[in-house]
């Protein structure tokens, strides 16, 4: 089998991507942009290797695009331009032979056409790649990551979406339906929508929340403008605010209470629950 590129190789995703494809007895390259950092989050394999990388930096994409055939893609979050960020990276990946990309994409993400995801896409078909877009519902792990301290400090759930209900996704489950489409054929120029098996309104997150953490989790329901301001106040890169707020108001119009069995079909199993997953995160959401 040939080296599959993995992008975000640290990130929620990504890291899940790597280990389920070394499960698999295939070659990595997990691609970073700090490799002592990578190398607390990504354990030694014989066929893992990690290489420095950055979307920004041109210099780094040779070494790295260099016998590769298939890529795991994953926007950063802070790259909200795909045509000024990441185009010339596609471009390079074509010119090196690149033939599939396995792009994470969004969850309605043909309705929106502001988001930089339906930009990436659209680059991606233009350039000709065999693709399979991934579109997941809202993670999970963005409650232990962006929303960690909300929770762990404020005890509270500071999200504008109001009554509406959202079909979370374990990050874990993306990345081994992202390692079964980069090592089995059948998943070729396919747009799977990824969800749980039931959607959730935030008021019974924090019910469930509540009592497994055991403390009272309240749902605070700010509206979007204030969502974004306190945002920005307590640290989030404007960039990602925006990003945020805008998909924030979307769930709020109903656009993330679909229920899909794409998952399902992929994993050939039920995808991880909500309760599981706050069982298996309790530690991060007690850290203070």
């Known amino acids: 089998m040939t ?10 995703i990504g890291n899940n991507v790597v280990t389920e494809l070394l499960k698999r007895e295939a070659k ?32 780094t994409y040779p070494a790295v695009l260099k016998d590769i055939k298939k890529i ?45 995801h339906h930009k990436i896409e659209n680059l ?10 991934l579109r997941p519902s809202f993670f999970m792990q963005n409650l232990n990551t962006t929303h960690r301290e909300d929770i762990s400090i404020r005890n509270e759930l500071y999200i504008p979406v109001g ?12 990345g ?36 497994i953490l055991g403390r009272k989790i309240v749902y605070k329901n700010p509206n979007v403008f204030a969502f974004r301001k306190t945002c920005i106040k307590r640290g989030m890169p404007k960039g990602f605010a925006n990003v945020m707020t805008m998909l924030y108001t979307m769930t709020k ?16 199993r039920n995808p991880i629950t909500f309760e599981q997953y706050v069982k298996d995160h309790k530690g991060d959401f007690n850290k203070k």
């Open 3 to 12: 080296t599959i590129l993995v992008t975000g190789s640290t990130g929620n």
């Open 163 to 174: 009554k509406a209900k959202t079909s979370f996704i374990d990050t874990r489950d993306i």
């Open 176 to 211: 081994e339906a992202a390692a079964i489409c980069l090592t089995h054929v059948g998943h070729e120029n396919k747009k799977y929508e990824l969800t749980g098996l039931e959607a959730l309104s935030y008021d019974e997150v924090a019910t469930i929340m509540s009592r």
């Open 28 to 59: 990595v390259r997990a691609v970073v942009t700090n490799i002592e950092r990578a190398k607390t989050f990504i354990q030694p394999h014989p066929n893992l290797e990690i290489a420095p990388f950055d979307f920004l930096q041109p210099s």
């Open 124 to 133: 991606i078909l233009e350039l000709g790649f065999t693709y399979t877009f």
């Open 72 to 116: 795991f893609l994953i926007r950063p979050p802070q790259l909200a331009k795909p045509k000024k960020d990441m185009l010339p990276f596609l471009q390079a990946a074509k010119s090196a032979g690149v033939e599939h990309i396995v792009f994470v994409s969004l969850i309605g993400v043909e309705k929106n056409l502001v988001v930089p």
């Open 253 to 268: 119009f109903g656009t993330a209470k679909t229920i899909t069995h794409d998952l399902e079909k992929i994993l050939t």
